[in-house]
């Protein structure tokens, strides 16, 4: 199974500073088919995940442009370029190149310091 | 709209069993692929099953594979769980996901089943 490992878990951040999200993967994410599947999800306090970022770097339609993901291979990094207050939660990154099973990083919580 | 509702949870013995439905509008279901997500209390996501879109193949997690069953009914827009020889550590909240692309794009709210004596 591929492990997701994320850093840091717990991420403090003043508002309207910038927060990075690091996800590293125990092989490299790279299909067959040439396209890298990693998947960034933030799940906010008492509801359920929503997809932010697709294929590394694609956002979903409605996900604010502060949000970007980046990467290749096993390494891999969410940004948000200015944390809101709407921003608290959780963030789980996950592969589904390898699959089965799909595998979830252990999730990094954000809070407002 | 995009919607899926969850239902079927409880509370239920180990040892016991339990139907989650999963039923989606707003899309044609007969067109994705779906899946079961679980979150135990305070723990992160882990995914359970997948069906593709035509219910031609199931997937399971090595936790749940012998145990649970994936199935779908095009003609309904649900999408099913059955849980049977359920253990203390199968108590979560599930969610039934959308696959486009990659698993997640749309979620249900997630329903709680709980395995206790």
């Known amino acids: 199974d591929i492990v997701m490992t994320q850093s840091p878990l717990s991420l403090p951040v003043t508002l309207g500073q910038p927060a990075s999200i690091s996800c590293r993967s125990s092989?490299?994410?790279?299909?067959?088919?040439?396209?890298?599947?990693l998947n960034w999800f933030q799940q906010r306090p008492g509801q359920s995940p929503r997809r932010l970022i697709y294929?590394?770097?694609n956002r979903e339609s409605g996900v604010p442009d502060r949000f970007s993901g980046s990467g290749s291979g096993t390494d891999f990094t969410l940004k948000i370029s200015r944390v809101e207050a709407e921003d608290v939660g959780v963030y789980y990154c996950?592969?589904?190149?390898?699959?089965?099973?799909?595998?979830f990083g252990q999730g990094s919580k954000l809070e407002i310091k | 709209e995009v919607q899926l509702v969850e239902s079927g949870g409880g509370l239920v013995q180990p040892g016991g069993s339990l139907r989650l439905s999963c039923v989606v509008s707003?899309?044609?279901?007969?067109?994705?692929?779906m899946h079961w997500v679980r979150q135990a209390p305070g723990q992160g996501l882990a995914w359970v099953s997948r069906?593709?879109?035509?219910?031609?193949?199931?997937t399971y997690a090595d936790s749940v594979k012998g145990r649970f069953t994936i199935s779908r009914d095009n003609a309904k827009n649900t999408m099913y769980l059955q849980m049977n020889s359920l253990r203390a550590d199968d108590t979560a909240v599930y969610y039934c996901?959308?696959?486009?692309?990659?698993?997640?794009?749309?979620w249900g709210q997630g329903i709680l089943v709980t395995v206790s004596s």
């Open positions: 707003g899309f044609t279901f007969s067109s994705y692929h």
């Open positions: 996950m592969q589904s190149t390898h699959w089965p099973p799909y595998t």
């Open positions: 069906i593709e879109n035509d219910g031609s193949s199931l």
């Open positions: 996901a959308r696959d486009n692309i990659s698993p997640g794009d749309f």
């Open positions: 092989q490299s994410l790279v299909h067959s088919n040439g396209n890298t599947y």
């Open positions: 294929n590394v770097f």
